[in-house]
Structure formats: structure tokens, C-alpha cells
């Protein structure tokens, strides 16, 4: 049976369990991979975000330089005002110079620049980006305006330069640039239709770890990872940050979450295995527990009527002649029939429960009477093996509602049982009492009593006591406590059970007092 066991532990291993553990080796191999490629994703989002930013912000510098280009081509001559007005529609720029190609001023917004010290600043400024400007006049000539960043006089102010065509003269345009009210008033409502709740977006002077500017005023400033620079504004950045989680708790979120669904799904399906395993190996070992049966059973039958069968053909040829052997030869006839009668009942009784058709029929019963003509029936064979027995009735016994020929089973099983397993001290005790709001008889021996390990067991239908070679020993069914146990759950009872090995065992049937 082991190996058959061991056998079949080794299959559902191979096909399910080593699987599973693959598979879940596999997944969470793959789980750091998932994790880094779902942050790729949200940065590539993000950086989607940041990028339209930024091209907002190019838009708003773009479509202010058209509006100054077709300014200084309408009003040839006295355009300021005009250009004021364009300038003041951006709050974030702080003014504008033109200068011809060899950097000679021609005029500025406001008309204060003109004699500042800014003045020279960006001339000396452009004078260091000959390259740039170069690059400018490529860009303008191929019909395209491009503009760039050339220094800056001081903290918090930019330098915005490109070039316009005014009829047939190149100007140098440069804006001059509040970087910080650039973004917060310019770019906010952009940013704000962007983050929408979702995230949070800040800006940042390069270098600084606290934000000047931030979408959400309720966002308590973190190290955010995120960060990208603005195309149109020198040493500035501009970072995002998904709203509650930073992308690096959300990926670590996701393979935790997948991670306990890998896990979940491989309990269950370990514990899946176990159950098939554990049912597998209960029917083979409860296979195995009937071949054992009909084993036994066959022989212990096949005893029986082989001495039967003797003693007759013994007695039918007159072989014995004497009258006290005669009588001797019809005990042992009585002693085997009535034993083949008792094992053939246990089976017949069994063979009801577990059909379900055994019925019982409740009066009110005296549980003394039943003791005592079930000790009657057993009196020869207690003599005959010379055990000592008694009978320790409580007289004043309450009647209980009981089926008599159910309870004469269990009671026959229990005393047989004593019989079967006692040694070398033949001492049976019979007792009946009251406990609590119970009756009970319990039957004591002096025999080689029941280990804790199979006392889990000997109510279980066929079981046998392996134990010092006790099932081969002791010829049984395995089927006598399992029909008290029945009886016992039919009448709504109890089973007590009190045994040290070697030094016998008592069993008691408690019945509910009516």
C-alpha cells in the first residue's frame, strides 16, 4: 500500500506540483522585468506631458514674435505703442530691444532700456554668440524663425533672442524674460488642464530642491524623479509626479499585487494537489483495509466451519462414545456456531449502516436488563477461557429511550473486544452508572491496551490495531467499533475511551437520560 501511495505522491507531484513551481519561478523572475517596464510606460507618459508643455510654452514665445514682426512691418515709424500693447499681453515679459545685424540699437519697450546698464550687458552678450546669430540668420532666411537663449543679466531674468525681417533689414529681437512669472501665469492653466487632479507638476530652479511653482497647492513638496528642462528658459526644470504614488511605488504596487495572486493561485493549487493526494491515498488505503477484511473474514469463517464440520462428521460416525466428550463436542459446536452467527450478524449490520437501511426503533429500556442478558449469552464463553468477569450495577438507573437490539450490539462488541485482546490478565468488569445527564455502561479489561495513535483510529471501519502484530494475532473484522460508533450517533450518545498499553482499556457508552 506504501508504495502504491508513494507511487501516486510521485505522479501528482510530477504533474502538478513541479509545474506550479516552475511557473512560479518563472513569474516572479519576470516579476522585476514587468516592474521596470511599467515604469518605461508612465515615463514615457509623463515625459509625453512634459514635452507638451514645453511646446505650449514655444507656442506662446512664437506667436508673440509673428505679432512683433507683423507690428514693426504695419507701423514703419512710431510703433511703439503698438508694441507696448503686444508686450503687456504677456505679463512675464519685462521688455524688448531691437538691434540691427551689427547689434546698433534702434529702440526698446519701455524706452527706459536705452540708457541702462542691461543695455550694454546684451550687447556684450551677443557679441559672444556670433555663432548663434549666425545660425539665427539661417533659419530666417530659409523662412523659419527659430529663437534661442543667450545668458542672462541676473537671477530671474532671461534672455529670449530671435530674428524678424522688417522689409529688407534684418532685427535682432530680444525679450527680456521673468522666468518664474513665466510659469506660473503663462503656463498655469495649461499645466493645470494637464494635471487634472491626476498629477502634480512643479518647477524648479536648477540646482534647488524645493519647487517656486507647483499645480497643486495642497502637494506637500517631495524628491521628485521625474524631471525634465524647459526648452525656452535657462537653469530651469520643470518635474511630475503621479498624485499619492511616485511611479516606482505604483510598479512596486502592481508586482506585489501580482506577486500575491501568483502566490494565491499556487496555495490553492498546492493545496488542490494535497487533497487529491489525500483522497487518492484514503481509497487505497481504505482498498487495501477491505482486501484485509475479506482476508480475514475469510479465514476467520473458514475456522469456524472446519471445526464444525469435524466435530459432526466426529459425532456422526460414533466415534466418540462418551457421554461427557459428547456433550463437550456439542459446547464447541454451540461455541463455533454462535461465534459464525456473531460475525456473520456484525457483517449483515454493517453491511445496513453503510446502505443507510438500518433502522432503530426507540422504547423505553432498563440499560441493567440488557447487561445482564448479554453477560448471559457470553457465560460459557468467559468460563471456557477462564476469564474472571463481574457485573457493578447501579440500581437506581433511570429508563432511557433506547433501541435494545442496537445497544445489545454494542454492548456484545465491547465485551467480545475484552475477550479478544486480553492476555494474561483475564479480568472483565461490567459497570453501568449515571453521569451528569447521562446513563452509561462501560466495560473494563486488564489486556494489552490501545496506544494514543490508534485510538484516533479504531472507531474508523476496518481498522485494525497493527501495533506488536495485534491484527494477525487477534482474528476481526475491523468493523465491531465502528458499528458502535454508529449506534452510538444514532441514539445521540457519547463513547468514552481510557487506555494505557499494557495495562488494559475501558470503554463507556454514555446515553441521554430521557
Known amino acids: 500500500m506504501r508504495h502504491s501511495v508513494r507511487k501516486i505522491g510521485l505522479l501528482i507531484l510530477m504533474v502538478i506540483v513541479l509545474p506550479v513551481v516552475i511557473f512560479s519561478v518563472y513569474e516572479i523572475g519576470n516579476l522585476r522585468q514587468n ?34 514682426e507683423n507690428s514693426l512691418n504695419e507701423y514703419k515709424s512710431g510703433n511703439e505703442p503698438e508694441l507696448s500693447r503686444l508686450i503687456t499681453e504677456v505679463p512675464s515679459v519685462k521688455g524688448l530691444i531691437l538691434f540691427d545685424k551689427n547689434l546698433g540699437y534702434l529702440s526698446s519697450i519701455p524706452a527706459s532700456y536705452e540708457d541702462s546698464a542691461i543695455l550694454a550687458e546684451i550687447i556684450t552678450g551677443l557679441g559672444g554668440h556670433e555663432k548663434t546669430l549666425g545660425r539665427l540668420q539661417t533659419y530666417l532666411r530659409g523662412g523659419y524663425r527659430k529663437m534661442e537663449i543667450i545668458g542672462n543679466t541676473r537671477a530671474g531674468i532671461q534672455w529670449i533672442v ?42 524648479y530652479h536648477a540646482g534647488e530642491d524645493l519647487p517656486f511653482y507647483v499645480s497643486n497647492k495642497q502637494y506637500k513638496s517631495g524628491k521628485v524623479s521625474e524631471k525634465r528642462p524647459f526648452w525656452l528658459l535657462n537653469d530651469y526644470l ?27 493561485m499556487d496555495i490553492i493549487l498546492l493545496f488542490g494537489a494535497w487533497l487529491i493526494f489525500r483522497n487518492i491515498a484514503r481509497q487505497v488505503e481504505l482498498t487495501q483495509l477491505k482486501n484485509d477484511f475479506i482476508s480475514s473474514v475469510s479465514h476467520e ?28 463436542y456439542y459446547a464447541v459446536l454451540l461455541n463455533e456456531t454462535t461465534r459464525l452467527s456473531g460475525m ?7 453491511s445496513q449502516i453503510e446502505g443507510k437501511k438500518r433502522k432503530y426503533f426507540f422504547s423505553d429500556t432498563r440499560l441493567n436488563e ?19 468477569y463481574s457485573f457493578e450495577p447501579d440500581s437506581n438507573l433511570p429508563v432511557i429511550s433506547a433501541d435494545r437490539e442496537a445497544v445489545t450490539d454494542a454492548l456484545v462488541n465491547l465485551v467480545d473486544n475484552a475477550i479478544k485482546y486480553s492476555d494474561g490478565n483475564k479480568s472483565i468488569v461490567v459497570r453501568t452508572g449515571s453521569y451528569d445527564n447521562y446513563v452509561y455502561v462501560e466495560v473494563e479489561d486488564q489486556g494489552i491496551g490501545i496506544s494514543k495513535t490508534d485510538q484516533k483510529h479504531i472507531f474508523d471501519k476496518f481498522y485494525r490495531v497493527t501495533e506488536k502484530n495485534l491484527a494477525n494475532k487477534v482474528k476481526g473484522s475491523g468493523l465491531g467499533l465502528a458499528i458502535v460508533k454508529h449506534i452510538m450517533d444514532a441514539h445521540k450518545g ?13 470503554f463507556r457508552l454514555l446515553f441521554p437520560m430521557k
Open 238 to 264: 520643470m518635474g511630475i509626479e503621479l498624485k499619492d504614488l511616485t511611479i516606482t511605488d505604483l510598479a512596486r504596487d502592481r508586482s506585489k499585487r501580482n506577486l500575491l495572486l501568483v502566490g494565491l
Open 344 to 350: 456473520v450478524n456484525r457483517i449483515l449490520s454493517f
Open 301 to 328: 469463517i473458514r475456522t469456524p466451519l472446519a471445526l464444525i464440520t469435524m466435530y459432526i462428521e466426529t459425532l456422526e460416525m460414533e466415534r466418540v462414545t462418551d457421554a461427557n466428550k459428547i456433550r463437550e
Open 162 to 203: 530671435f530674428l524678424t525681417q522688417v522689409e529688407e533689414q534684418e532685427v535682432i529681437n530680444v525679450l527680456i524674460l521673468d522666468p518664474e512669472e513665466f510659469v506660473g501665469q503663462a503656463l498655469d492653466p495649461k499645466i493645470q488642464e494637464i494635471a487634472k487632479g491626476k498629477f502634480y507638476i512643479t518647477a
Open 494 to 506: 457519547t463513547i468514552y475511551v481510557k487506555s494505557t498499553p499494557g495495562f488494559g482499556s475501558l
Open 35 to 68: 516592474e521596470k517596464i511599467i515604469q518605461d510606460i508612465y515615463r514615457n507618459q509623463l515625459d509625453a506631458i512634459l514635452f507638451s508643455i514645453n511646446q505650449y510654452s514655444d507656442d506662446i514665445i512664437s506667436n508673440l514674435a509673428g505679432r512683433i
Open 370 to 388: 440488557i447487561v445482564e442478558n448479554t453477560l448471559l449469552t457470553f457465560r460459557y464463553t468467559l468460563e471456557n477461557k477462564g476469564f474472571v
